[in-house]
């Protein structure tokens, strides 16, 4: 997806989350600091969001709780399960959720363990109400991140679950002819899933007469700058089933691609290309017989006449009888 679709779309959603209070469940066995706690971090401030605050005085009750909070912040030195152990637990249960170890004990190696074991923060108690603040700030930088990032994801599947809506192949390739994302369509007219087919390059999933023409043609459409339309595509599937489609090609901005990518939308228009054919040849069977009555003296005869309808008829009703190969030739040499 693009830069600019991809940023407009997750700031929407981060517009509905930055504001939202941030609700942190602080783990202390002490209650009276933990009263403190409180009334520090919840105080009157101008920074944005504002945080909610619950106090929990036992660590094993933490994990019924979580899928209710944005950030943990919790002691270290506590009975029953001390704060490493509890971030053990909770990364069981999330492993992106905020987790900050707030502690009075600090040394070098519960610090050193505590970033192994992937806490998000690390700040040691005392120095007073600045602490406080400290404290808060890192919470709000941490959440703000996390939302960022579900922010992000949520756009991803958003997007996402609207091309794969499409009934055209919806696909996008770097300068290598590698699929960076094709959606649910596309990747069926490959008997494939989008999943299989992304990572591919076009010499793996086309023949190679047929994906040395699609890299000729994103080459050019680089090169050039501009969007090139191919109105009849031909190409036949694995099973030896025949299918034309008109492509659309474009120049394409995405950051996982240097200095730039193909944005392509393929419509398969099978159907009406053996539809326009079958009333190309009607007519013309038409015209000969209105040319043999106009002869006057060499007017059809009974059975010239039932044969001629005979083939009127089957062009009309089996459309499979079309040379789809003769329609494109035919296209190319109006063009």
Known sequence: MSRASETAVTHLFSQRLRDDPIEVLHVEDDRRFAELSVAFLERDSTDSPPLEVRTETDPTAVTDQLDEVDCVVSDYDMPERDGLELLEK????????????????????????????????YLRKGGGAENFDVLANRIRNAVATRRAEQAADQSHRLLRDVIDQLPQCIFVKDVEGQYLLINEAGAASYGETPAEIEGKTESEVNDPELAARFHEEDQTVIEDGETARIRDQYRIDDEGDEYVEEVTKTPFGVETASPTAILGIADEVTEERRKAAQLDSARELAAQ??????????????DELVAALDDLETTLSDPDEIDLKDVLQDDEDES
């Open 90 to 121: 909770v990364r069981e249960f999330d492993a992106e959720l905020p987790f900050i170890l707030f502690t009075g004990r600090g040394s070098e190696e519960i610090a050193s363990k505590a970033i192994s074991a992937g806490v998000t923060d």
């Open 289 to 302: 017989l209105r040319t043999r009555f106009d002869a006057g003296d060499d007017s059809p005869t009974r």
